[in-house]
């Protein structure tokens, strides 16, 4: 059973940074691409980051691009999402997913989600 736990949201002004981990447990992920997915009030859930598990290469949404950064420690089974220089319109849930396949973009729709974590940024 994959399992997938998010950690590391909250409030912050606009300007800061915050670091969201994702620990995750229940099988050998050397063969899987690991993402972030958000979710504003009223709006589509969106792709944010993924990450290729064994190799390490990155992809990400224009919107973030530069300001955000993915990684993974395999070692702890953990994926990071470093968010810089956040604005007001980052404000939304972030999930955690993981599948075997990626489709870059929103239309992805990996077979593994964790439950979320709020990000709020204040202007």
């Known amino acids: 059973q994959v399992q997938l736990v998010e950690s590391g949201g909250g409030l912050v002004q606009a300007g800061g940074s915050l670091r969201l981990s994702c620990a995750a447990s229940g099988r050998t992920f050397s063969s899987y691409y690991m993402g972030w997915f958000r979710q504003a009030p009223g709006k589509e859930r969106e792709f944010v980051a993924a990450?290729?598990?064994?190799?390490?290469?990155?992809y990400y949404a224009d919107s973030v691009k530069g300001r955000f950064t993915i990684s993974r420690d395999t070692a702890k089974n953990t994926v990071y999402l470093q968010m810089n220089s956040l604005k007001p319109e980052d404000t939304a849930v972030y999930y955690c997913?993981?599948?075997?396949?990626?489709?870059?973009?929103?239309?992805?729709?990996?077979?593994?989600w964790g439950q979320g974590t709020q990000v709020t940024v204040s202007s």
């Open positions: 990450i290729n598990w064994s190799g390490g290469n990155t």
């Open positions: 997913c993981a599948d075997r396949t990626l489709l870059i973009g929103s239309s992805w729709r990996p077979n593994y």
